[in-house]
Structures are given as C-alpha cells and as structure tokens.
C-alpha cells in the first residue's frame, strides 16, 4: 500500500492530508510572532552594546598610535577629542570623534594631524575627566 493513503472503514482508501490545516498555520504564525516580539528589543540593546565596545577599542588604538607616534618622531603627540575633525572641542566627550595631532614644542605652525576618527553612532556618550591626552618623546602622557 502506498504509504500517502489510508485504508478506510468501507474498505475504500483515502489520500492522507499534506501540508498544514489553517490554525496550525496560524497557531505557529502565533509563536513565532510572540518569540520575535521579546527578542527584538534585547538585540537593540545588543547593537548598541556592540557600537560603544567598537568606540572604545578605536580610542584605546589611537591612544597606542599617538604613544608610538610621539616615541618615533620625538615629539609630543596630543590625541584630543573634537567635532569638526581640525581643532580639539576641549569637550570630555569622546563620543563626538576626536583627532591625533603632533604638537612640535616651540611651533607656531598648525600641527600636523596624524588620523581624525569620526563621531560615534547617534546616541551614544564616552565621557571621560580629560579633553585631551599628550604623549611624550618619551612614551609618558599627561592628560588635560
């Protein structure tokens, strides 16, 4: 017997049903719906985690790069944080981007930027006591 029919009462056979009936359709559309529901705004909390991390591991790379930077060139290398990528804001927030710049002591030039990194995603705030960090020659900082 083909395994797709049923034998009936009668003797007769009867095609078995393939698919699924409307409320199982919609019972599963349901759960589905309410599982959906609660994870959605724990993975905005997640992207938004994610986003700061990300800020906060670009800053902490740029402050190596201008240590290292003011160790090669043997001049002081000031990272600040700024909102229009050419002059530091003297704002603690460093969410709003911030700029590497050498700072040759004496000068009375513009300083030389090294990298500008952009503002943070919308939203987000990295506050810290200190508008501005200045590397050494020697690989000390001071903050500002």
């Known amino acids: 017997m083909n395994p797709s029919t049923q ?3 009668t003797g007769g056979t009867r095609r078995r049903p393939h698919g699924l009936t ?3 359709l919609l019972t599963t559309l349901s759960v ?3 599982g959906l529901s609660l994870a959605i705004p724990a993975m905005t909390g997640l ?3 994610r986003q700061v991390s990300g800020t906060v591991e670009r800053l ?3 402050m190596t790069l201008a240590r290292a930077e003011a160790i090669r060139r043997g001049q002081p290398v000031v990272i600040c944080s700024s909102r229009d990528g050419e002059t530091c804001s003297g704002s603690t927030d460093w969410a709003e981007g911030w700029i590497l710049l050498v700072a040759p002591e004496g000068a009375n030039g513009p ?3 090294i990298r500008v990194a952009p503002a943070a995603g919308t939203g987000q ?3 810290g006591s200190h508008a501005q960090v200045v590397y050494r020659p020697d690989g000390t900082s ?3």
């Open 111 to 113: 300083a030389e930027r």
């Open 7 to 9: 034998q009936t009462k």
């Open 125 to 127: 705030r990295l506050g």
């Open 142 to 144: 001071t903050a500002l």
């Open 60 to 62: 902490t790379a740029d």
């Open 22 to 24: 409307l409320v199982e």
């Open 47 to 49: 992207t938004s985690d």
């Open 32 to 34: 589905a719906l309410v």
